[in-house]
C-alpha cells in the first residue's frame, strides 16, 4: 500500500499533461493532502488514501480503518469556498484527474 505522497509523485511523473498544469495539479493536490493532515491529525508520510478513518474499540485497539469518502472531500471544498472560482476548479479537476488514474 503507498502512502499519498507516493501516490501523487507517481501520478505526477507518468501523467502526460504540460509541464505548467502538470506543476498547478501537484500544487492542488498537495493542498488537498495538507488539509488531510490537519483533519485526521497523521504525519503525511502516513496518510494512505485506504486508511483515513480509524475505528477503535472501548479500549482503545484499532478494530479496522475505512478508506477516503466523498464526505470529507465535500468538506474539503467546503472548507475553501472563500477561494477563488479558479482555484476551486483546478482543485476540482486535479482530485478529479488524480482519482480517475489511480483507481
Avoid at 13 to 22: D, G, V
Avoid at 69 to 86: A, G, P
Amino acid at each position: 500500500m503507498k502512502s499519498l505522497i507516493e501516490e501523487v509523485n507517481l501520478y505526477h511523473s507518468y501523467s502526460f499533461y504540460s509541464y505548467n498544469y502538470k506543476r498547478i495539479i501537484k500544487k492542488r493536490l498537495d493542498d488537498f493532502l495538507s488539509y488531510l493532515v490537519v483533519e485526521t491529525d497523521t504525519p503525511a508520510e502516513d496518510i494512505h488514501l485506504e486508511r483515513i478513518y480509524e475505528t477503535v474499540n472501548l479500549k482503545g485497539e484499532t478494530l479496522f480503518f475505512s478508506s477516503l469518502d466523498v464526505e470529507l472531500v465535500e468538506k474539503y471544498f467546503i472548507c475553501n469556498i472563500h477561494q477563488s472560482y479558479n482555484w476551486l476548479h483546478q482543485s476540482k479537476r486535479a482530485l478529479q484527474s488524480f482519482f480517475f488514474i489511480s483507481l
